[in-house]
Nanobody
Framework: RLQPVQSGGGSVQTGGSLRLSCTVP????????MTWHRQATGQGREWISS???????GYADSVVGRFTLSKDRAKDTVYLQMDNLKPADTAIYSC???????????????WGQGTQVTVFS
């Protein structure tokens, strides 16, 4: 199985920025896609964004215009740039690999370890 490793996160004031990364050896060669999710305390998991093997992206209404996904193929890494953060963005953020368009079955359902993002006012 693939093993996504997340980094980044932390605490930031309202309006600030953070960048999360998710590194998955084999991600590029296997043509995986990736989704990002978050879960706030006491709430269910929320999908927030996706990037496919063809670099197409999608974002939830709650983050569109503030969050941006990008990819470094050479590093097998996806970045989630989060700008203009709000206290409502406080949650544990997790990446998940997906098979996407023409991806290998190894891409299915590999979760990162999760990372805490806290936004204070």
């Amino acid at each position: 199985r693939l093993q996504p490793v997340q980094s980044g996160g932390g605490s930031v004031q309202t309006g600030g920025s953070l960048r999360l990364s998710c590194t998955v050896p084999g991600f590029t060669s296997l043509k995986c896609g990736m989704t990002w999710h978050r879960q706030a305390t006491g709430q269910g998991r929320e999908w927030i964004s996706s990037i496919n093997s063809d670099d197409s992206t999608g974002y939830a209404d709650s983050v569109v215009g503030r969050f941006t996904l990008s990819k470094d193929r050479a590093k097998d890494t996806v970045y989630l740039q989060m700008d203009n953060l709000k206290p409502a963005d406080t949650a544990i953020y997790s990446c998940l690999t997906t098979r996407g368009y023409g991806g290998n079955s190894q891409c299915d359902d590999n979760w990162g370890q999760g990372t805490q993002v806290t936004v204070f006012s």
